[in-house]
């Protein structure tokens, strides 16, 4: 049988992850990868996780066991919206705001698959991450792309791209996807007033703001910045959660908190998709959240992730200053951007880096144009310190070693 004469033109045009495909290689012996934002696994509850899933099975197992609603584990949602109370400051919160999804990624293609039409048109910033450009690219929108500086969005020339655009293509114009805190790829953060900004736009123009915020609880310097769901309210954000970055992304808990005329419309499109959300992990993060305060255990986490940033700069101050590169300086999240100078290539240099058992994650693969090409992603959250002072030697190195074989100028 020839299945490829069978495979639909959508999936003929989809590619594989890049950052999957590296992971194989990061469990190889002696190779430092700087590539997925993989939380450190000493991070984990790992103790008081197996106490409450052993709990939960034996005494709850008629729930917990069984198929659950789509919509979520009302217990969950209820544990959720007090963490939303006291994190953010949100009041009235019902639990028909709330859906349950496995992982943001599906909270992603859900909004994809709800709200956008081959000709429909959506802005994202310019680097974007990866796994929303995957989702949304699968409805084949127009995307609008806006350039990031060190205060996140610059929403002016978002403004300035969407007063270019004609009435009938306003019309067509959905939504604004940001990851506003410690952006994935590039580190950054939007400022208050570039989201309050962002939210006049909305308002203008008529469109909605997708905010994903996983890492917005890894805040390990400055004053936390109210989010742009706080700011501008459900009417005009979606606001996306994960239970990934802060408790464990192998529960596969995502959440989306929204009208309960978006969530209504979520329910219906993920009821095709999977008919509902594992009830047995949703069960066991509802009764650790019931149990420990989940924001005061993520300091030592946090503490942890400050130290690997630290070790991070330092060696890219002592490594690549000389190079006429530049990074951002994070103050939480879990990655950093790095910009090499032009003529450099981070994907042609993988190979190169394989060699030194080095991985990171080209810059091309964040811009939707193919773009970005001497810019790449790299996370200190899963090396040591020792691995992370190693691991930016061996760039060093590679960079060093891909300029000899190339003509570059400086």
Not at 111 to 140: C, W
Not at 323 to 346: C, I, N, Q, Y
Request: a neutral charge; charged letters at 30%.
């Amino acid at each position: 049988m020839d299945f490829e004469s069978k495979v639909s033109d959508l999936a003929k045009g989809i590619k594989s992850s890049i950052i999957r495909e590296l992971l194989k290689y990061a469990s190889e012996p002696g190779f430092i990868s700087f590539g997925g934002g993989v939380p450190d696994p000493e991070t984990f509850p790992r103790k008081e996780l197996a106490e409450i899933a052993r709990e939960v099975v034996e005494k709850e197992y008629r729930f917990a066991l069984q198929y659950g609603t789509t919509e979520g584990d009302p217990l969950l949602k209820a544990q959720y919206i007090k963490y939303l109370e006291r994190w953010e400051g949100l009041k009235d919160l019902k639990e028909k705001n709330l859906l349950i999804t496995v992982g943001s990624q599906q909270a992603l293609d859900l909004i994809g698959r709800t709200f956008l039409d081959s000709e429909s048109i959506i802005a994202i910033s310019q680097p974007a991450y990866l796994g929303a450009v995957s989702a949304f690219k699968m409805r084949n929108p127009r995307f609008l792309t806006i350039p990031l500086s060190d205060d996140g969005m610059e929403t002016e020339i978002l403004e300035k791209k969407l007063r270019s655009l004609t009435a009938a293509e306003l019309k067509k114009f959905k939504f604004v996807y940001t990851v506003p805190n410690f952006h994935n790829p590039a580190g950054v953060t939007l400022t208050l007033e570039r989201r309050k900004h962002l939210l006049e736009l909305a308002e203008r123009y008529d469109f909605f703001v997708v905010e994903d915020d996983p890492y917005g609880a890894l805040r390990f310097e400055g004053e936390h910045i109210p989010s742009v769901f706080k700011l501008g309210g459900m009417d005009r954000v979606v606001l996306l959660n994960t239970f990934s970055k802060v408790l464990s992304p192998g529960l596969r808990i995502g959440l989306v908190i929204a009208h309960e005329s978006v969530i209504s419309k979520l329910v219906k499109v993920k009821q095709g998709v999977d008919l509902c959300s594992p009830s047995l992990t949703q069960r066991i993060a509802a009764r650790y959240m019931e149990r420990y305060d989940m924001l005061e255990r993520l300091r030592k986490t946090l503490a942890i992730y400050r130290e690997k940033k630290d070790v991070m700069m330092k060696a890219f101050e002592e490594h690549l200053s000389d190079l006429d590169a530049h990074w951002t300086r994070p103050k939480g999240g879990l990655f950093s951007w790095v910009v090499l100078p032009e003529g450099f290539d981070t994907l042609e240099m993988l190979e190169l880096g394989k060699e030194y058992k080095i991985l990171w994650i080209p810059g091309a693969a964040f811009h939707v144009d193919g773009s970005g090409q001497n810019t790449m992603r790299v996370s200190f959250c899963l090396p040591s310190k020792e691995e992370i002072e190693e691991g930016v030697r061996r760039i060093r190195k590679v960079v060093e070693a891909y300029k000899s074989s190339k003509v570059i100028s400086r």
